[in-house]
């Protein structure tokens, strides 16, 4: 009896058989649910990819967008500048009318591609290294402008230089010269109705001055002054502002006593001759050796003496 019943025990055990049929549906089961995983997985993957594309086209196209704006900016700041500059800016069939209006429509595409945005960028390199090309340029211009104001300068102190020593040259050329001195002590008789020349001191009333102007081809034609300086025998100048004595400066406008002025209406290139000037004084002319200078426009002109006794 025992032996029949460990024979039929077997075929009596559902739970070992269930067991037997679970296990290989659960492990097909989980196949295909990691199956499903992963499928899914890959599925979010690509989803993630197609977006990231999308925000590197659209980040790509703002970027492209600012450095052609910048590049603008830069091209606008270079209008004034330079005539032909303005010239190709401003003209509408022109290389860089051509080139601004092809990035305008890449960049204006909604649904631009890598490729346009590529061509976009190309188109842009170009449009930057143009706009660099003309600020070179207008640099190497400014810089040519520059050098050549600073040699204008130069050439215009130069040229001022070269005027004022003209314009001295001229003033040098225009003094007169005198010759042919002659100093005529003069004593008067009859109330001056004779004129007797002396070299008695006491006899003295007149100390006249005689001499010639040579032909000066540079002073115009107009009225010129020479000035006489007399030195008495002490070394003092003999001054009397009732007789014409006054102050003028030299060449170096250092001031200048003189004795008494003549004023004369010169002829350009004409000679004068026989010109002369009275010194009279109130006080009577002493002995001894009067010493004369002459002088016209600042410069000494002459010299002469005469001896009293």
Known sequence: MDQELNQVE?????????????????????????????????????????????????????????????????????????AELDQMVQ?????????????????????????????????IGSLRGKVQGY???????????????????????????????????????SVLHISNIKMEPINQKRNGEIEVETTKAKRVDILRIVFDIDENRIAETGFNEIFVVIEAPNGKLLSNAAFGSGITTDADNNPLNYTVAKRINLEKGQKMTNVSVDWKQESEFTKGQYNISFYNRGYKIGTGMVQLR
């Open 91 to 123: 003209d509408k069939d022109g290389e860089l009318s051509k080139l601004k209006s092809e990035i305008k429509s890449l960049l204006g595409k909604k649904n631009a591609t890598v490729a346009d945005l590529k061509k976009a960028q190309s188109l």
């Open 135 to 173: 600020e070179e340029r207008i640099s190497e211009l400014e810089i040519a402008n520059t050098n050549l104001t600073s040699e204008n300068t130069q050439l215009y102190k130069e040229n001022e230089t070269v005027s004022a020593e003209a314009q001295k040259l001229k003033e040098l050329g």
């Open 10 to 82: 077997p075929n009596n055990n559902p739970k070992k058989n269930y067991n037997k049929v679970l296990i290989p549906l659960l492990a097909l089961s989980l196949v295909g649910n990691g199956y499903l995983l992963v499928s899914k997985n890959k599925v979010a993957e690509q989803n993630n990819f197609l977006i990231s594309e999308n925000t590197d086209i659209n980040a790509a196209k703002d970027t492209l967008q600012n450095q052609y704006d910048a590049a603008l900016v830069r091209l606008d700041d270079l209008t004034g500048k330079n």
